[in-house]
């Protein structure tokens, strides 16, 4: 199973980043997909949800509004449009594979990540 997240980078408050996760070793469309994120000395956060078909969704509280997730599941894909963001959104984002459909759920398998850094 691998998962690879790519996309990030350094943006301005109030930018917009789009992350891609590219799967591979599973059925993707068989599965939830989560994004998180973890910020240098703070615990790993789940931050976006997405239902396997792609019709069901979950967000963290403080992303509501300026995140979207969505799947291509014909091209073992999933994305993370990232709009408005905030210096807060500084971390290192992680696609991963899920059991159930919640921000809350622990990931399976993840890959390594991309850095999103939001700062003037």
């Known amino acids: 199973v691998q998962l690879q997240a790519s996309g990030g980078g350094l943006v301005p408050p109030g930018g917009s980043l789009r992350l891609s996760c590219a799967a591979s070793?599973?059925?993707?469309?068989?599965?939830?997909i989560g994004w998180f994120r973890q910020a240098p000395g703070k615990v790993l956060e789940g931050v976006s949800c997405i239902s396997p078909w792609g019709d069901t969704t979950r967000y963290l509280d403080s992303v509501k509004g300026r995140f979207t997730v969505s799947r291509d599941n014909g091209n073992n894909k999933a994305y993370l449009e990232m709009n408005s963001q905030k210096p807060e959104d500084t971390a290192r984002y992680y696609c991963?594979?899920?059991?159930?459909?919640?921000?809350?759920?622990?990931?399976?398998?993840w890959g390594q990540g991309t850095q999103v850094t939001v700062s003037s």
């Open positions: 070793g599973f059925t993707f469309g068989d599965f939830e």
């Open positions: 991963a594979q899920l059991s159930t459909l919640g921000i809350y759920t622990p990931p399976i398998y």
